[in-house]
């Protein structure tokens, strides 16, 4: 993997601020302005993490999350400069680690940046690699999710909520104990975040099991795994 910070922006003042603030807290730092270039780019130099503009030439930051997601697992922070588009991000399962609203403070993506990669990078290290639960297979080194012997492909915050149910079934987890246990940093989640996480993580399970519902709603408090 390359230690480089892969920024697509299409906007140069700004993608060559962000580039110097990145080379400040000794990052590497690759730019790309039209996304066309991006997906080939990724391919071949496997950045260690990518700063995704949502409105790009060539092709939109949407298509492009996709269609990394299909070859990667690096980790993907999505830049908008509309605060009601978040929600929509969410909601579509794209996969991203995160989302900043324009305009930001350089060094919040930064901070962002750097919290990202440490949860990232951290995840590898539990000591309790294998956990199951029922129908609910989990390989945390490999990120990997099995329901009844089939692979579930869920996203970086999916996985998180899955594995802590699954360390503590039948416990009741309130949305602000997931939003803990899932980012470090609220700026930008809510308890609808949590909501539209829950819900896209509970269809993809549903899909699969033969047990019936597995994650169940508690009215009022929160979620937990039966």
Same mark, same amino acid.
């Given at each position: 993997?390359?230690?480089?910070?892969?920024?697509?922006?299409?906007?140069?003042?700004?993608?060559?601020?962000? =580039?110097?603030?990145?080379?400040?807290?000794?990052?590497?730092?690759?730019?790309?302005?039209?996304?066309?270039?991006?997906?080939?780019?990724?391919?071949?130099?496997?950045?260690?993490?990518?700063?995704?503009?949502?409105?790009?030439?060539?092709?939109?930051?949407?298509?492009?999350?996709?269609?990394?997601?299909?070859?990667?697992?690096?980790?993907?922070?999505?830049?908008?400069?509309?605060?009601?588009?978040?929600?929509?991000?969410?909601?579509?399962?794209?996969?991203?680690?995160?989302?900043?609203?324009?305009?930001?403070?350089?060094?919040?993506?930064?901070? =962002?940046?750097?919290?990202?990669?440490?949860?990232?990078?951290?995840?590898?290290?539990?000591?309790?690699?294998?956990?199951?639960?029922?129908?609910?297979?989990?390989?945390?080194?490999?990120?990997?999710?099995?329901?009844?012997?089939?692979?579930?492909?869920?996203? =970086?915050?999916?996985?998180?909520?899955?594995?802590?149910?699954?360390?503590?079934?039948?416990?009741?987890?309130?949305?602000?104990?997931?939003?803990?246990?899932?980012?470090?940093?609220?700026?930008?989640?809510?308890?609808?975040?949590?909501?539209?996480?829950?819900?896209?993580? =509970?269809?993809?399970?549903?899909?699969?099991?033969?047990?019936?519902?597995?994650?169940?709603?508690?009215?009022?408090?929160?979620?937990?795994?039966?």
């Amino acid at each position: 993997m390359s230690e480089e910070i892969l920024i697509v922006e299409d906007e140069p003042k700004l993608a060559e601020l962000l =580039r110097d603030y990145l080379i400040q807290s000794q990052y590497k730092t690759h730019m790309i302005a039209n996304g066309l270039d991006v997906v080939s780019w990724v391919q071949i130099n496997s950045p260690r993490l990518i700063l995704l503009d949502l409105m790009l030439p060539g092709k939109d930051g949407l298509e492009l999350c996709k269609e990394i997601r299909a070859f990667s697992s690096v980790p993907i922070i999505m830049m908008t400069a509309k605060v009601d588009e978040i929600d929509r991000l969410l909601g579509l399962q794209l996969g991203a680690d995160d989302y900043i609203c324009k305009p930001y403070s350089p060094r919040e993506v930064v901070a =962002r940046v750097a919290t990202v990669l440490r949860r990232v990078e951290a995840e590898p290290e539990s000591e309790q690699s294998e956990l199951s639960y029922r129908s609910i297979s989990l390989d945390e080194s490999r990120f990997s999710c099995e329901v009844g012997g089939t692979k579930v492909e869920l996203t =970086r915050v999916e996985f998180r909520l899955i594995l802590a149910m699954v360390r503590r079934p039948g416990n009741v987890f309130s949305r602000d104990q997931l939003m803990d246990l899932v980012y470090t940093d609220r700026r930008v989640v809510s308890d609808r975040t949590i909501d539209s996480h829950i819900k896209n993580l =509970r269809r993809k399970l549903n899909e699969i099991s033969t047990e019936g519902d597995l994650i169940h709603s508690i009215y009022g408090v929160g979620y937990k795994l039966d």
